[in-house]
């Protein structure tokens, strides 16, 4: 089954000659269930595309089916509420709570959800920080603020989770303990993982690379082999 089915997507900031072409009449299917990178250099559009399927913005012109249903036409409301029902996300940067401890942070984001707090420990636990669950951020590691990110993403049960450069402001070593845990989600929840970057080597993991360049997909590539995350070395 498809998870999003992009057709015709163009996506262009400003007019005349300050005009960009952030997304040119992008077309791709993304089967559901699947690790996938989106692999392309700073200014290939990959972020403005994930912002796309997250519903955090509107194209231009062209469509993006969700399984079957039309999200490009959703209102404000309606893309707002198709992101807290469907959509975890993980970023670059951390956007811990500092006053709150780890398990408060997920609980936030699941109350916001209106789901129990016991999703908030459950997440905790598939990311291996159940220990730390009473620990601020400014007590944890780089590495364990961003699992508290993904445990914050994955406690709403998202069928996708969208990843924006997880791993960048991270040391080699701590990067591939976030793209083992994303893996781990990925495989034991059944989620579809959405993961995007300029590392060509973290492409190796996924079951599907997909390039861009100045806005365009220029290939698809689905990889019969992945490496696992500790085969991968940058």
């Given at each position: 089954m498809n998870l999003f089915t992009v057709n015709n997507l163009i996506k262009e900031y400003g007019k005349g000659e300050a005009r960009v072409l952030a997304l040119d009449n992008v077309s791709i299917t993304i089967p559901s269930?699947?690790?996938?990178?989106?692999?392309?250099?700073?200014?290939?559009?990959?972020?403005?595309?994930?912002?796309m399927l997250g519903c955090m913005d509107k194209p231009t012109s062209g469509k993006i089916d969700f399984y079957k249903t039309d999200i490009t036409s959703f209102n404000k409301k309606q893309m707002t509420r198709f992101r807290g029902e469907n959509i975890g996300f993980v970023f670059q940067s951390y956007n811990l709570l500092p006053d709150l401890t780890a398990l408060e942070?997920?609980?936030f984001s699941t109350e916001l959800s209106g789901l129990p707090r016991t999703n908030a420990v459950r997440a905790l636990?598939?990311?291996?920080?159940l220990r730390r669950m009473n620990h601020?951020?400014?007590e944890l590691s780089g590495g364990e603020q961003q699992r508290v990110s993904i445990a914050r993403a994955i406690a709403k049960n998202?069928?996708?989770?969208?990843?924006?450069?997880?791993?960048?402001?991270?040391?080699?070593?701590?990067?591939?303990?976030?793209l083992e845990v994303l893996r781990e989600v990925q495989k034991k929840q059944n989620a579809s993982v959405l993961l995007i970057t300029?590392?060509?080597e973290i492409a190796k993991i996924a079951?599907?690379?997909?390039?861009?360049?100045?806005?365009?997909?220029?290939?698809?590539?689905?990889?019969?082999?992945?490496?696992?995350?500790k085969e991968v070395v940058w």
């Open positions: 269930g699947k690790f996938v990178v989106i692999l392309g250099a700073s200014g290939s559009g990959k972020s403005t595309l994930l912002n942070n997920v609980e636990t598939v990311v291996g920080l601020y951020p400014a998202p069928k996708v989770l969208l990843c924006d450069e997880p791993t960048g402001a991270l040391d080699f070593h701590t990067g591939i303990k976030v300029h590392n060509q079951d599907i690379v997909i390039t861009m360049r100045s806005g365009e997909i220029r290939s698809i590539t689905e990889n019969d082999f992945p490496l696992s995350p």
